[in-house]
């Protein structure tokens, strides 16, 4: 079935030969891998205000570093092919990946801050309610595995779209499919990223080790999840809640 499309516009000042006017855009467009681009930023930033509320050993996500970290994944277009071209009114019929480059410091930061020795680490991925066990925090391999990985550093989705400038040339409207695979996976990425730049937790006395407990079970529970529910079962704010709760009394 194919996911809806939603529909986004961007006022640019777009180049076109003098006195020729629009044409239909190319697909692999800069301008249209910008646009969807933000909007999947923008998806990824609500995620982790929404979701970035104080918990036990969390640290809260403030607008800056959510910022920071977008700004370093880069949206292009493709593997593309126009299916249709109507020419009437300059509209394109697109086909193709929209992917992402991560910087390798971003990278770095993801890979460091998944480490779940880490009691600001684990808590700090589970407070962003998209929890997800990768292999050894190493997100290229997860990448691999969600088969999002299209190279060096590179993340990409499947992604069907369209392409039309206004009469006057000053606006793209582009209209798109979702991506909810790449989407989550650079969610993930920006909360451990995020994490992975804050300074290691100072050693504690031993009062926190009754806390640090209370973390493996919250994080016991999160595999038992994922091992009856499939890996990439979202895991909500409400069950940690829940779980924490348990675990806090011993069960």
Not at 49 to 76: H, Y
Request: aromatic fraction near 6%; proline fraction near 6%.
């Amino acid at each position: 079935m194919r996911n809806p499309l939603k529909f986004g516009a961007i006022a640019v000042t777009l180049a076109f030969v003098a006195g020729c006017g629009p044409k239909p855009p190319n697909c692999d467009n800069e301008t249209v891998a910008n646009i969807i681009g933000d909007d999947v930023k923008s998806q990824i930033r609500q995620v982790l205000l929404d979701n970035a509320r104080p918990m036990v050993g969390g640290p809260k996500v403030d607008e800056t570093e959510i910022q920071a970290i977008l700004s370093e994944f880069k949206p292009k277009l493709i593997s593309t092919r126009t299916t249709k071209v109507d020419a009437a009114i300059n509209k394109s019929y697109c086909a193709g990946k929209l992917a992402f480059d991560v910087s390798k410091d971003a990278l770095s930061r993801a890979t460091k801050g998944m480490d779940h020795n880490n009691l600001d680490s684990s808590m700090n991925l589970l407070l962003m309610g998209v929890w997800t066990h990768s292999p050894n925090g190493d997100f290229d391999a997860y990448g691999a595995k969600a088969g999002i990985k299209t190279g060096e550093r590179e993340y990409a989705q499947d992604i069907e779209y369209t392409a039309q400038p206004t009469d006057n040339g000053d606006q793209m409207y582009v209209e798109f499919s979702k991506t909810p695979t790449v989407t989550s996976f650079l969610a993930q990425l920006s909360s451990a990223a995020i994490n992975g730049n804050r300074p290691p937790r100072l050693a504690q006395p031993v009062p926190v080790a009754n806390s640090t407990d209370s973390d493996k079970c919250v994080e016991g529970k999160v595999a038992e999840f994922r091992r009856s529910q499939g890996e990439e079962a979202p895991v909500m704010n409400d069950m940690l809640e829940e779980w924490e709760q348990d675990c806090a009394i011993g069960r």
